[in-house]
């Protein structure tokens, strides 16, 4: 299985271990991923906040890149939700309306073909690999860890242009998480804004919708959240106030601990709460 791949910038700076799982768990399944040549960043929210025409440039730029290697694969994937939302805006314009697909045709240079599907990376593991085969990879299912799923708000929304299940209430990282054996707990807050975008700006105001989503995490019970974004990641992870507090992990790292993955301790350190001693107290580490 080989697909097309869009990294963005996170996976290569700030979130390099989730970059890091996603390679070992890809890898013990036997999907390869052809980062697209020269890629640019995509904007993600800071572009679109400052002139619509750039914030749909620079994923439509991308976009043309995946159009250039189509014959390798028509399946253009992104693990990163911001990016993600980014270039389904992008190709939401350059297929639905003519105007902007004309002006963005002619700033960035290329023609454009509606060849290129987007997908998270969550789509694939989930609609393409599929329950049967990830299954029978897990060796050290999480039935001990209790955790709650959060998506935050750039992988659902807008629905008609993500198309991505009920933006109110997804459940695909839960099924996948659920696959994995582990105790995934149902809470209202899994689409919640996390605040991360004003992190320089109202850090007072992150510090508290930060502090309600864990509050509420550990209502539901949770020991841990599991989160595919890196801003996202980072910002709970980073903002946690207290004793008690709880480890943010990548989904695919949590993929890779089930699968008994070779190397993933050195993924810890870089998370602001080690996830070390919970998963060492349930078993899952030495």
């Not at 993600?44 to 991308?62: D, M, Q, T, V």
């Not at 209202?188 to 105001?205: I, M, P, R, V």
Request: glycine residues 6%; aromatic residues 6%; charged residues 25%.
């Amino acid at each position: 299985m080989k697909f097309s791949y869009y990294p963005g910038c996170t996976v290569h700076s700030t979130a390099i271990e989730y970059a890091k799982s996603i390679d070992a768990v890809l890898d013990a399944l036997g999907i390869e991923l052809a980062e697209i040549e020269d890629w640019n960043c995509c904007g993600a929210a800071a572009a679109h906040s400052i002139h619509r025409k750039l914030g749909l440039a620079l994923p439509a730029r991308n976009i043309s890149q995946a159009q250039k290697q189509v014959s390798l694969s028509n399946q253009l994937i992104t693990s990163c939700p911001g990016c993600f939302n980014a270039l389904k805006r992008a190709d939401y314009a350059l297929r639905n309306d003519e105007t902007a697909r004309k002006e963005i045709e002619e700033t960035v240079g290329f023609s454009y073909s509606g060849e290129v599907k987007i997908q998270s990376l969550m789509e694939i593991l989930s609609r393409e690999v599929g329950e049967e085969a990830l299954k029978a990879k897990v060796k050290r299912p999480l039935d001990k860890l209790k955790l709650v799923c959060y998506y935050g708000c750039a992988l659902v929304r807008p629905h008609a242009v993500t198309g991505l299940e009920n933006p109110e209430n997804p459940v695909m990282m839960d099924t996948l998480m659920t696959w994995m054996g582990a105790d995934v707990r149902d809470w209202s807050y899994k689409t919640e804004c996390c605040g991360a975008d004003l992190a320089l700006t109202h850090g007072d105001l992150v510090q508290k919708i930060v502090g309600r989503l864990m509050e509420h995490a550990r209502e539901a019970g949770a020991e841990a959240i599991v989160t595919s974004c890196g801003l996202c990641q980072a910002n709970l992870d980073m903002r946690q106030t207290g004793q008690d507090h709880l480890p943010i992990f990548y989904f695919t790292e949590l993929m890779g601990v089930a699968m008994d993955v070779p190397n993933r301790k050195a993924w810890w350190s870089k998370h602001m709460v080690n996830p070390g001693p919970l998963l060492a107290r349930l078993g899952y580490e030495s």
